[in-house]
């Protein structure tokens, strides 16, 4: 039988429900996620090669798929394997023979031929934020931004839209982002009860887009930046819907926000801190008519700060991009959103760990 020593050196038998948790102690899930890097690296190059359009509709050996994408053949087959154990490939046998396929998911989400193609976020996690993390305990210790601004302390969005390349890549990766979630906010929301809605920071006027075709009585503003509204007028118009979605350009801090029957902010709120939070919930409140709607689409944080562990995760990286800026349960969102006078709330759970915060003047 196990014995401790205590630290009055004397020897006692462990309790019954210690010796059951010992009995349980179980390594895989430390490691598991020690090593999950090493996972999402190959996930990320796997895009980063483009492997899922090259590969499209065919059936490819690791050779022709290697060779097709330039990779040296020491690692085709533990590439191209990883990926089939992780999911996101299918094989056809076993052996040097057996061929790869795409799986439905990566036929339709990392595809660039697909028109749901959602590659825009892995490319930018990829491209900035894999080595941005390397950073998080210096963004621990100090509190600040661990990205492009950390050595310019430029404000971010200047950093980012300074180069076309760096615009399209952020914009495209919010696109990935956020479908679904627009998609299931049209569905649940009560859309049907208001006429108008302005998407404040509204990047390519996907929230407008795809909400406005489930609803066709509503006509929408999306409004951003200046050099973002000529990319989202281009989407607009791509749509058909230049008559029911006007794209406005200005500063959310300096400008006043559109009026409309609903304000709707995805993934907006997180990039700020307490104060400038509270801004511009203050704008909508004013923007907003009685019985009007203030939307927050964002990875809301459980109240008890236990379950949502990607919406933890999206404040770290916020702390990694930002500093100051932080996500939020649903719970804090009502108590400033009290203080600025809305009167109801409401969480509308959407895809996975994204929610819509509602709140109701
Ligand atoms: C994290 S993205 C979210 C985009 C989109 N709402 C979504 O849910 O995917 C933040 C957006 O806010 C816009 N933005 C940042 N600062 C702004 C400002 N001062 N005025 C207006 N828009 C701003 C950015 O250009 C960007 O499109």
Redesign the pocket.
């Known amino acids: 039988m196990r014995t401790e020593i205590t630290h009055h050196g004397q020897t006692q038998i462990p309790p019954m429900s210690t010796q059951t948790e010992q009995q349980q102690l179980d390594p895989a899930h430390i490691m598991q996620t020690a090593t999950s890097f090493w996972s999402s690296k190959v996930l990320l190059t796997a895009v980063e090669f483009d492997l899922f359009t090259q590969l499209g509709d065919e059936a490819l050996t690791a050779k022709q798929l290697g060779s097709k994408l330039g990779i040296h053949p020491r690692g085709i087959y533990d590439f191209f394997d990883s990926l089939v154990a992780s999911g996101f490939l299918n094989r056809q046998g076993d052996g040097q023979e057996s061929k790869y396929t795409n799986t439905q998911n990566t036929s339709a989400f990392l595809n660039k031929n697909s028109p749901t193609y959602i590659g825009g976020m892995p490319e930018m996690l990829n491209n900035r934020l894999f080595g941005f993390w390397n950073h998080l305990g210096e963004a621990l210790k100090t509190g600040q931004p661990q990205n492009e601004i950390k050595l310019n302390g430029k404000p971010l969005?200047e950093e980012l839209?300074a180069d076309s390349a760096s615009l399209g890549e952020?914009?495209d990766a919010?696109?990935g982002?956020?479908a679904a979630n627009f998609q299931q906010l049209g569905e649940k929301f009560h859309f049907e009860n208001y006429q108008s809605v302005s998407?404040?920071?509204?990047?390519l006027g996907?929230?407008s887009r795809i909400v406005g075709q489930q609803h066709p009585h509503l006509s929408f503003t999306t409004?951003?930046?200046p050099p973002?509204t000529p990319l989202a007028q281009r989407e607009v118009d791509k749509a058909g819907m230049s008559d029911r979605i006007q794209v406005v350009d200005?500063?959310?801090?300096?400008n006043e926000l559109p009026k409309a029957d609903v304000i709707t902010?995805?993934?907006?709120l997180h990039?700020w801190n307490l104060e400038k939070k509270k801004v511009l919930i203050n704008k909508a409140y004013q923007a907003l008519p009685e019985g009007g709607a203030l939307i927050a689409?964002e990875n809301l944080i459980d109240d008890a700060r236990r379950e949502n562990l990607f919406g933890m995760l999206m404040s770290l990286n916020m702390l990694i991009e930002l500093g100051d800026a932080f996500d939020y349960t649903g719970e804090d969102f009502r108590g400033w959103c009290r203080e600025a006078g809305f009167k109801h709330f409401d969480v509308i759970p959407l895809a996975g760990p994204t929610s819509a915060a509602v709140a109701y003047k």
């Open positions: 969005f839209y952020f914009l919010m696109t982002f956020q998407d404040i920071g509204g990047a996907l929230l409004f951003d930046l973002v200005g500063d959310f801090f300096t902010m995805g993934n907006i990039d689409i």
